[in-house]
């Protein structure tokens, strides 16, 4: 069970998130997650935030700890277990790393038209962003990072992060939609008609 309304970007501590570890002048730049990690992680897709007790060491936001004694689980928590499970899959089986700073989902995905039909990517896409509940663009996530997968096409899953954050707040998940929109479609600059 989630608690509604809380917007928080805290971490319960300094570390960077479990992926961001992996980036060129942190800790473990160069190295790749362990499988063992990503055996973990994975669990996450088909297990509630909070209840796959071998992610619990990879959880960086903070929990409150009234919420935690009526057994309540933040929306912030929701979502870094959901990115954290997204980034396992994605991540297994690769040979470089699939958490790429600065890759902004949306332009991630559009690197799918190449390899598949740009209509199905489109309608996929589409269906992410009509989600509002964070289980139904978490489906639909799972979905297109599978994808990604397939091709080898990494994304900024600190930016994803975010984005899933933002996902139980009407105004902010409005400015992700268009966010994702904006680096989705490519720009083409205005043509002589306009």
Known sequence: MTTPRTNSSETASKDPWYWAQYEPGRER????????DLA???????????????????????????????GLVPDRLVAEHMALALFAMHQQSQGRLMHAPGVRFGAAVRALHERYSKDGVDGSMQAATQAR??????????GLVSQLSAIGQPLDYSR???????????ESRTRTIRSWGASYQPWNGPTADN
């Open 29 to 36: 730049a160069g190295q790749m997650p362990s499988g063992a």
């Open 160 to 170: 994803l992060l975010a984005d899933l954050r933002s996902w139980p707040f009407p």
């Open 40 to 70: 973990a992680l994975v669990l996450g897709l088909t297990v509630e935030a909070g209840r796959a007790q071998p992610m619990w060491r990879f959880y960086r936001s903070r929990v409150d700890d009234e919420l935690a004694a009526r």
């Open 133 to 142: 509940s964070m289980g139904a663009v978490f489906f639909h996530l799972r």
